[in-house]
């Protein structure tokens, strides 16, 4: 078993420009989550996908928006780079439904804005 | 707003002695609490959880403990390892499920050191 795969492993993009991040989950996992993570600070949250639509998002602008595909994997896109969207960019996968269902993360894509 | 915080960005043990990490929360909504444990280039992974509605919550060395009234909960590790050297997250989210998997809230994690 593979776990979460996340692509790139790490990005280098200038201001403006646009970026999509891919992630195809676990074996059998059919919710996607991503989280964005800062330097020195924990995972924030920006939205998840089931069932090929976004059911939570947290607090990000619409600039962060997403895609699930039919075999689950999943895309995160972002317009308009600014510099603090420099991060590390955390996709989770899981099996819904399952509410204390665990959360596999995987090693994350690197994003760095010049 | 910081609604999961970990004061402590850094804790060092000795092997073989007992690990505590603390994390405080603000929100009163979060009814579900988890720790996940980091290793450098790879992706946090899950090591315990416990539900509002108990206190305590054990798994091997392992052990979460959950204060409502003091919106607090604690890691211990007993007894320490040098592989339990990692950044350690706490988790929470807020109830009632949605029918897909949780949103979590992270605080900023807390490096242990195990020392040989």
């Known amino acids: 078993d593979a776990g979460v795969t996340q692509s790139p492993t790490h990005l280098i993009k200038t201001r403006g420009q646009q970026v999509t991040l891919r992630c195809s989950p676990k074996s059998g996992h059919d919710t996607v989550s991503w989280y964005q993570q800062a330097l020195g600070q924990g995972p924030q949250f920006i939205f998840q996908y089931y069932e090929e639509e976004e059911r939570q998002r947290g607090n990000f602008p619409d600039r962060f928006s997403g895609h699930q595909f039919p075999n689950y994997s999943s895309e995160l896109n972002v317009n308009a780079l600014l510099l603090g969207d420099s991060a590390l960019y955390l996709c989770?996968?899981?099996?819904?439904?399952?509410?204390?269902?665990?959360?596999?993360f995987g090693p994350g894509t690197r994003l760095t804005v010049l | 707003d910081q609604q999961v915080k970990q004061n402590s960005p850094s804790l060092s043990v000795q092997e073989g002695r007992i690990s505590i990490l603390n994390c405080d929360y603000t929100n009163s909504m979060f009814d579900y609490f988890l720790w996940y444990k980091k290793y450098p280039a790879e992706g946090p992974t899950f090591l315990i959880s416990?539900?509002?509605?108990?206190d305590k919550n054990e798994d091997g060395r392992f052990t979460v403990f959950l204060n409502k009234s003091a919106k607090h909960l604690s890691l211990h590790i007993v007894p320490s390892q040098p592989g339990d050297s990692a950044v350690y997250f706490c988790a929470a989210s807020v109830g009632p499920y949605s029918g897909s998997a949780r949103q979590l809230t992270f605080g900023s994690g807390t490096q242990l050191t195990v020392l040989p």
């Open positions: 989770a996968s899981s099996l819904a439904p399952g509410e204390y269902n665990e959360q596999f």
């Open positions: 416990i539900s509002s509605i108990k």
